[in-house]
T-cell receptor, first 111, second 115 residues
Framework: GENVEQHPSTLSVQEGDSAVIKCTYS??????FPWYKQELGKGPQLIID?????GEKKDQRIAVTLNKTAKHFSLHITETQPEDSAVYFC??????????FGKGTSLLVTP | NAGVMQNPRHLVRRRGQEARLRCSPM?????VYWYRQLPEEGLKFMVY????????ESGMPKERFSAEFPKEGPSILRIQQVVRGDSAAYFC?????????????FGSGTQLSVL
């Protein structure tokens, strides 16, 4: 699974609004889908992940949905705050060892 | 519990020199992964190691790049005869033993600049 498309590349929202980032993948064998948040000058930090046997997972203001048939998964952030501003990466893994990352979405939350 | 430690944070080398990047995994973690990030790009997998073993190096360039994770000490990513195209951020991640390569914990990276 090497092809992960991520959209949009940049996203600007007002504080309190929701943000949605979408990713598509091509490998039917993909079974693990994490989302990482990367702040400037830091390494990526895992914020939520989902496995292929689950359609949705939620953790406070963050949720991820997975549509295996359509091969796409999405990150939803509700009630956005300025500290949510960062670059977000989706990734997928099939039966191998590598995580294949999207190119990232730069999220800006304006007060 | 200290996180994944990488050093140096910044490394400047001239073309033809060697670069050595170090990574100490989180305490209790025995799996180490190296990823490379180019500007405006996602992370690209390079290599997966366990203590004294290279498990998957399918993402490593065939020449000039090598990695090790000795029984004692940090994991080392070594780049010989660096070229300008090697300039990138190199991230190390670790995960606990006995798990699939999921829930990776990343270090803060080493920014390599080749002059």
């Amino acid at each position: 699974g090497e092809n992960v498309e991520q959209h949009p590349s940049t996203l600007s929202v007002q504080e309190g609004d929701s943000a949605v980032i979408k990713c598509t993948y091509s490998d039917s064998a993909s079974n693990y889908f994490p989302w990482y948040k990367q702040e400037l000058g830091k390494g990526p930090q895992l914020i939520i992940d989902i496995r292929s046997n689950v359609g949705e997972k939620k953790d406070q203001r963050i949720a991820v949905t997975l549509n295996k048939t359509a091969k796409h998964f999405s990150l939803h952030i509700t009630e956005t705050q300025p500290e949510d501003s960062a670059v977000y990466f989706c990734a997928e893994r099939d039966s191998g060892y590598a995580l294949n990352f999207g190119k990232g979405t730069s999220l800006l939350v304006t007060p | 519990n200290a996180g994944v430690m990488q050093n140096p944070r910044h490394l400047v080398r001239r073309r033809g020199q060697e670069a050595r990047l170090r990574c100490s995994p989180m305490k209790g973690h025995s799996h180490v992964y190296w990823y490379r990030q180019l500007p405006e790009e996602g992370l690209k997998f390079m290599v997966y190691l366990q203590k004294e073993n290279i498990i998957d190096e399918s993402g490593m360039p065939k020449e000039r790049f090598s990695a090790e994770f000795p029984k004692e000490g940090p994991s080392i990513l070594r780049i010989q005869q660096v070229v300008r195209g090697d300039s990138a951020a190199y991230f190390c991640a670790s995960s606990p033993p006995g798990t699939k390569p999921e829930k990776l914990f990343f270090g803060s990276g080493t920014q390599l600049s080749v002059l």
